[in-house]
C-alpha cells in the first residue's frame, strides 16, 4: 500500500516549506548529529567488554552478521522514512495507517524515559571532570576524610604484606586484630578460624571486605550509596544536583535553536571524542603491560565460542541498542534533510564508523586495562569491567598510575562528555520534534518550550541524585529500553513492510527520493525487510527474554514490588500501540480497511504543503497546483484530485503538471 505525487513547484516554494520546519545547514551537520547519535557509551565501555567476554576477535564475526541482519536495514528504514515525510514519529505513523497511531507515541516514551537517566551519566562525568583539576586525583588514595574503613589501594597493601601484616582503615595491623574485624579468631600467620566451629578455617586476606579507592570515591564521595537501599534512600547530594542541572543547561543551549543550532555544536561534539580516543590509544601503548591487555582483548581469538547462543544475544543486542533505532531519534534527524538526500550512502557509512570506533576503543581501553594489571601484578581479567564500573572505577583507577594523572583524567571524561552529549542531543530533538509537530504553533516558540521541557526532564531526574539515587538509575537503565524497544522495532517494520508495502516504500526511495539503488543493494534490502530482520528481531526478543535477569545494584537485587514498578517502565512505552488503536476505532474518523491504509498525508512536505493552500487560493492568491493520485491497489481514486481546489472559473497556471 503506498502513494505517489507527482507535483510541480518553484524551487523557491520547495526551499520556503524546508525553512518553515527546519532543515540542516548542509549534509555535514546531518551525517555528524547521526554519527554522534549512534557512537556513545556502549561503544566506549560496553563492546570492549562483550568482546573480551566473547571469544575476543571472533565476536566480531556474530556482531557483524547482525548488523547487516538488522542494525543496518533498520538504520536505513527509519532514515528513508523520516526524510520522505518530514515528521517526527508521532505525526508520522497515523498518517501511514491510523491504527498504528500509537507507535510513534510509544518511541517517544522510550525517549522520555532515556534522556531522564541518561543526562546522569553525564551529570557522574562533569562531577569527575571538575575533580579532576587538582594536582592529586582524590580516588588515588585513601587518605580523604569520606573514606570508608574498608578502603584499600594495592601498593598500601603490599607495603603491609611485607611486614607480614594486613592493611584496614589506613593502617597495619596484625593477624589478631585482623581476624576480631570480622569476630573470628586467629588460626596462624595467614589464617582466621570461626569461634563457633573451630574446623572452619578461612583465609584472613579475603575475610575482610575491601573496597578500591576509585571503587571507595565513586560509592561514598560521589554517589553516598553506602548503606542505602530502596527503602531508604536518604538525602540529596547537593553536588550532584548542580551537576545534572549543568548537564542539562548545556544541553539546552546547544538545542536553543533546533536543529540550526545543534548543528554547528555537532562538529565538536562529534568529533573531539575521535581526537581523544587517538591520543590515549598512542598513550595507551606506550605503556608497560600494554600489550597484554590487546593481546587479551583481541588478538586470541576464541572460535568455540561462536557456539554459544549467548554470544550471539551479546553481538545482536549491542548492535542493536548502539544504532538507536526505534527510538524516534533517527526518523526525527532524518526528517530535517532536504528531500533529495542520499540517506542510503549516509546509513552504510555511519553503520559502518559505529562498529569500527567500538573495535577501535576497544584497543584504546584495553591497552590501559593491560598497563594497570601489570602495574598490580595481577590478569587482564582481574581488572576488567564493564559499563559505569569501567567509566567511573577502573579506569579512574589506571589513571593515577600515569604520569601527569590529572591530564589524562580530564582528556577521558571530557570525551565522555562530548559522546553523551550528542546521544542526548537526538533524544531531547524527538521530544521537542514531537511537540511542534503535533502543536505547529509553537515553532515560534522554540527557545521557550526547548528550555521548559528541559527544565522538566531535569526535575524528573533530581531522585536519581539521592544518597540512593543509583537504584532509581539502575532501575531505568534495566526497564526503559530493553524489550521494549524491540517490540517498537518488530512493529514498525511489519507496518512498513508489509502494511504499507515493500514496493511502495522502495517506489518512495528510488522515484521520489531519487536514490540510486543497485540490484544487488535492491535484493539485500528487499531479503532483510521482508524476511531476514523481522526473523532476527524476533530471535533476539526471545533471547531477551531469555536471558533476563532482575534489575539489581551490585549485590542488592530489587525486591519484587520494585521489579514490577520496572516493568510498568517498560510496558508504559509499547501499550501505546494497542491504546492508539483503541482511541482510532473509538474516535471513527477511519473505518474498515481505512484503518490500515495510507492517509493523503503521508506524502513529502511540499505536497503536504500545496494541499493547505487551498484555503489561500479560495480568496484569490496565486499558489501552486497540482494532481495526487494514489497507487495504492486497494485503495484507489477513480480520478485525481487536483490540490488545491480553484475557485470555480479559474483555470491552473500553465506550470502545472498534469498527470
Not at 29 to 55: H, I
Not at 255 to 275: E, Q
Not at 333 to 347: E, H, T
Amino acid at each position: 500500500m503506498g502513494e505517489e505525487a507527482k507535483k510541480v513547484t518553484s524551487a523557491e516554494a520547495l526551499q520556503e516549506d524546508e525553512d518553515e520546519r527546519g532543515t540542516w545547514g548542509n549534509q555535514c551537520e546531518f551525517f555528524l548529529s547521526c554519527l554522534g547519535y549512534a557512537v556513545g557509551f556502549g561503544n566506549v565501555w560496553r563492546f570492549p567488554y562483550l568482546c573480551y567476554k566473547n571469544g575476543g576477535a571472533a565476536f566480531l564475526i556474530p556482531y557483524v552478521i547482525m548488523l547487516l541482519c538488522a542494525g543496518l536495514p533498520l538504520f536505513f528504514m527509519e532514515l528513508a522514512l523520516g526524510q520522505y515525510v518530514s515528521l517526527g514519529p508521532n505525526i508520522l505513523f497515523p498518517k501511514l495507517a491510523p491504527l498504528f497511531s500509537g507507535l510513534g507515541w510509544g518511541m517517544i516514551i522510550v525517549s522520555v524515559l532515556v534522556a531522564v537517566y541518561y543526562n546522569m551519566i553525564l551529570a557522574w562525568t562533569l562531577f569527575y571532570t571538575f575533580a579532576s583539576f587538582t594536582s592529586v586525583l582524590p580516588w588515588g588514595h585513601c587518605d580523604n576524610v569520606f573514606n570508608s574503613v574498608e578502603c584499600f589501594t594495592e601498593d598500601l597493601s603490599a607495603n603491609c604484606r611485607n611486614q607480614s601484616l594486613f592493611y584496614y582503615n589506613k593502617t597495619c595491623v596484625d593477624i589478631q586484630q585482623y581476624c576480631g574485624i570480622v569476630n573470628h579468631l586467629d588460626y596462624n600467620e595467614t589464617y582466621c578460624q570461626d569461634p563457633s566451629n573451630s574446623s572452619i578455617v578461612v583465609e584472613a586476606d579475603g575475610i575482610v571486605p575491601k573496597i578500591s579507592a576509585s571503587e571507595d570515591y565513586f560509592k561514598n564521595r560521589m554517589l553516598g550509596v553506602t548503606g542505602r537501599t530502596w527503602e531508604d534512600m536518604g538525602g540529596l547530594r547537593w553536588e550532584l544536583v548542580g551537576c545534572l542541572a549543568l548537564a542539562w543547561v548545556i544541553v539546552c543551549l546547544c538545542m536553543i535553536k533546533g536543529v540550526k543550532s545543534s548543528g554547528k555544536v555537532v562538529y565538536f561534539t562529534a568529533l573531539f571524542p575521535y581526537v581523544v580516543l587517538f591520543i590515549l590509544f598512542v598513550r595507551g601503548v606506550t605503556l608497560e603491560g600494554s600489550y597484554k591487555g590487546i593481546r587479551f582483548y583481541f588478538l586470541e581469538p576464541n572460535i568455540t565460542r561462536l557456539t554459544e547462543t549467548e554470544v550471539w544475544n551479546d553481538a545482536a543486542t549491542q548492535i542493536f541498542y548502539s544504532l538507536g533505532s526505534s527510538f524516534g531519534g533517527l526518523i526525527t534527524l532524518a526528517s530535517y534533510n532536504k528531500f533529495n538526500n542520499n540517506c542510503m550512502r549516509d546509513a552504510i557509512i555511519i553503520a559502518f564508523s559505529n562498529c569500527s570506533t567500538s573495535v577501535f576503543a576497544g584497543f584504546v581501553i584495553f591497552s590501559i586495562l593491560g598497563f594497570l594489571a601489570s602495574e598490580l601484578g595481577v590478569e587482564v581479567q582481574d581488572v576488567v569491567s564493564s559499563g559505569s564500573g569501567l567509566a567511573f572505577v577502573v579506569y579512574p583507577a589506571a589513571v593515577t598510575r600515569m604520569p601527569v594523572p590529572p591530564l589524562w583524567s580530564i582528556l577521558f571524561f571530557l570525551m565522555l562528555i562530548t559522546l553523551g552529549l550528542d546521544s542526548q542531543f537526538t533524544m531531547v530533538e524527538t521530544l521537542t520534534t514531537a511537540l511542534f509537530d503535533q502543536f505547529e504553533y509553537l515553532r515560534a516558540k522554540k527557545p521557550i518550550v526547548v528550555t521548559a521541557l528541559c527544565f522538566v526532564l531535569f526535575l524528573c531526574g533530581i531522585s536519581m541524585c539521592l544518597e540512593g539515587g543509583i537504584y532509581m538509575f539502575e532501575l531505568f537503565n534495566f526497564y526503559s529500553a530493553g524489550i521494549s524497544v524491540i517490540i517498537l522495532a518488530i512493529t514498525e517494520i511489519i507496518l512498513i513492510q508489509y502494511i504499507y508495502g515493500f514496493k511502495n516504500f522502495m517506489r518512495n526511495i528510488r522515484k521520489e527520493i531519487g536514490i540510486y539503488i543497485p540490484m544487488p543493494l535492491f535484493g539485500y534490502w528487499a531479503a532483510t525487510w521482508l524476511v531476514i530482520t523481522p526473523v532476527s528481531l524476533a530471535v533476539i526478543l526471545v533471547m531477551s527474554i531469555y536471558y533476563f535477569t532482575p534489575a539489581s545494584f551490585g549485590d542488592y537485587t530489587y525486591p519484587d514490588n520494585i521489579q514490577t514498578l520496572g516493568w510498568f517502565i517498560c510496558v508504559c512505552s509499547i501499550i501505546l500501540i494497542p491504546l492508539g488503536a483503541i482511541f482510532v476505532l473509538v474516535k471513527g474518523e477511519h473505518k474498515g480497511k481505512e484503518l490500515i491504509l495510507v492517509t493523503p498525508d503521508f506524502c513529502p512536505l511540499h505536497v503536504r504543503k500545496l494541499r493547505e493552500t487551498r484555503g489561500a487560493a479560495s480568496k484569490g492568491q496565486s499558489v501552486g497546483v497540482f494532481r495526487y493520485t494514489y497507487d495504492n491497489e486497494g485503495f484507489q481514486e477513480p480520478t485525481a484530485k487536483v490540490y488545491p481546489k480553484l475557485p470555480e472559473g479559474e483555470n491552473p497556471p500553465p506550470y502545472a503538471n498534469h498527470i
